[in-house]
């Protein structure tokens, strides 16, 4: 009989209060987690906490553009900018890194980024280390930013 799988499920506060502040998605991270809580599978996971993926890290999967356009949302009133802005650029600049209905901009982008990518880090960490066979982050995927090459198109 084949030994049971070691499995790691990365959950924690700071990704659930994460994904909330994606409007179509609300609460639906915390629906995942008490629906695996019901079944009882925590008790065949280790449960481990997130961490903050680092600028370096993103850099790895995303272009300096993305991130400066990250760091700049984050430094603006959004709900205004969503309200007021009519350039073209803007709009462009929105559809080209990704954001739109299912992928709204919202406050403090940057950090929420680094929140959800610290979460995947941490399945991939849990992976690469060869602790465990499978590694879980249900909060992440919830945007849809390119790779650097696309970013990288004029």
Known sequence: MPSPLRIQF???KKLIEATELI???????????ELIRSYGLLERMHVV????ASTEELLSFHSPEYLEYLERLSSVDVDDMMETHNSNLENKQMIDFGFGYDCPMIKNV???????AGGTLKAVDGLMSGNYDVAINWCGGWHHAQSTPYHSKK
């Open 10 to 12: 990365v959950d924690d």
């Open 23 to 33: 409007p179509n998605i609300k609460i639906r991270s915390k629906m995942v987690l």
């Open 110 to 116: 940057e950090k929420f980024a680094k929140i959800i």
């Open 49 to 52: 906490s997130s961490r903050l």
